[in-house]
């Protein structure tokens, strides 16, 4: 197809959908999960309540910081175009590489597969073994073994299920994710009311048992923070689907200040929640802290409520992975530094249907294989350094393109900014000191990536002119 033939993605994400995918992707299952490790870790609830703050906080400068580059740069593929913009195409390619081949992928099969463990709450037969596979590595002195279970082609089906909606367009993909946010805010926001009104714990109960006060380190507040800024992750998607949304100068930056924002409180006032019906002490005990929560108010007969409410918070986030996802593997494969078979758009439905196809793939294999877990932990060390340098072009390009048109400016230029990509810095930082291994295993993923870099600049510079 020709340059001047090609078909562009169409602006058919309004500002309802577009605050559907920051609030959508965001709200997973990990308010469900986080309260209790960041209560382990910083043993006060003063300090809970100062690490989802923080945690918060961060996450919006950096939302100030993407605000600006997606009004001034709405383009498909969000980072890769920012990164491309500012320090060049293979610094554009790196992220695009890590995202597309490692992060998405191992994301889509990570939350396909916990939607089936959720689901296996009601039906236990899902997570049955099959078949076991028995094998014995090199590297290992004895053996090991795989189980196949009913949930593994099962989480293949939902991704493949999800792929086809978004495949039919990008406005049914957005409608879609517009109903399963408003049924996840309407979840949380039924645990709050539940925790504030019908719950009636002594105040004495609230207050951390005395062993516990002052317990915590700089290094545990930074390891709650962690699991902070992962239960804040997501935002960012946002801007993969930049070249659809309408009236993005607009749209945008205030879907995501808005996104994060609305979020923000919705974790606060949970975790408040938690604290209001159950003693300090069982809410860092609890594996499960919102079922206790509502356990104890309700009766525990609303734990299946309760789990299916996770498989809809679950899916919701699974449709924003999927669609807005897709969207790098396209802009890299239409920029001929990507497999050719992501590059296209339909011709009908004006969606990258190709890549769409290819990432559905990519998960489902890993989703089959078991091994997307480890994937995923390794790239989120190279993805907090991606955001630093996305939050970079915004400096960058302050000085490289002066008179780029800016609809919106961030926010406390250059002090907010320069905090974000600090902070960006500073969690890859203690992902690389507390596991090595996985963060040297990113590493070397990168370096494959340049090898492909150089393969596919150098068959674009031996391609004919037209």
């Given amino acids: 197809m020709s340059e001047e033939r090609r078909l562009d993605l169409m602006r058919e994400l309004g500002a309802w959908a577009a605050v559907a995918i920051v609030v959508g992707t965001m709200i997973g299952t990990g308010i ?3 309260p209790a490790n960041m209560a382990q870790t910083v043993k006060t609830p003063g300090l809970v309540y100062a690490v989802w703050i923080a945690g918060g906080i961060l996450t919006l ?12 740069i709405p383009e498909a593929g969000g980072e890769y175009a920012y990164i491309s913009r500012g320090f060049g195409p293979v610094w554009g390619f790196l992220f695009g590489w890590m995202h597309s081949i490692v992060g998405r992928s191992s994301s889509i099969a990570t ?3 916990g939607l089936l463990l959720f689901w296996g709450f009601l039906d236990p037969h899902v997570l049955m073994p099959l078949h076991t596979f028995h094998f014995t590595l090199p590297w290992e002195s004895g053996p090991s073994a795989f189980v196949f279970t009913l949930a593994m082609p099962l989480a293949v089906g939902v991704i493949a299920l999800v792929t086809f909606v978004n495949y039919l367009g990008v ?21 709050i009311f539940a925790g504030f009104a019908l719950g009636a714990h002594p105040a004495a109960a609230l207050a951390a048992p005395q062993g516990l006060v002052g317990g915590a380190t700089v290094g545990g507040f930074f390891a709650a923070l962690v699991a902070a800024l992962w239960a804040y992750d997501g935002w960012d998607n946002l801007g993969l689907v930049g070249a659809e949304i309408k009236n993005p100068a607009r749209n945008i930056p205030r879907s995501l200040i808005g996104g994060v924002a609305l979020v923000m409180a919705l974790y606060i006032f949970t975790t408040g929640a938690c604290f209001h019906v159950l003693p300090f002490s069982k809410v860092a005990a609890s594996p499960h802290v919102v079922s206790d929560v509502l356990a104890r108010v309700a009766g525990s007969h609303v734990a299946d409520w309760l789990t299916i409410a996770m498989i809809i918070c679950a899916l919701g986030t699974l449709n924003s992975s999927i669609l807005s996802g897709a969207r790098v593997d396209y802009a890299m494969a239409r920029d001929r530094r990507f497999f050719r078979i992501a590059d296209g758009i339909h011709p009908r439905f004006r969606t990258p249907g190709n890549a769409l196809i290819f990432q559905a793939c990519l998960a489902s294999i890993l989703a089959l294989t078991g091994t997307f877990t480890q994937l995923f932990s390794l790239y989120i060390f190279v993805q907090f350094i991606f ?34 990509i600090l902070g960006a810095i500073a969690v890859s930082a203690s992902v690389l000191v507390e596991q090595p291994l996985r963060a040297g295993l990113g590493l070397f993923v990168i370096v ?7 393969y596919w600049r150098a068959r674009d510079a031996a391609r004919p002119v037209a």
């Fill in 111 to 113: 939350i396909a597969a």
């Fill in 61 to 72: 400068f950096g939302t100030f910081a993407y605000g600006e580059l997606g009004a001034a």
């Fill in 448 to 454: 494959i990536g340049l090898f492909f870099y150089r």
């Fill in 32 to 34: 469900f999960i986080v």
């Fill in 387 to 420: 955001y630093a340098l996305a939050a970079a072009s915004v400096l960058r390009l302050r000085r490289k393109e002066p008179d780029l048109p800016r609809p919106y400016r961030t926010w406390g230029y250059p002090v907010v900014p320069v905090i974000f």
């Fill in 171 to 191: 406005k049914l993909g957005g409608q879609v994710q517009v109903a399963l946010t408003v049924i996840k805010v309407a979840v949380i926001a039924a645990v």
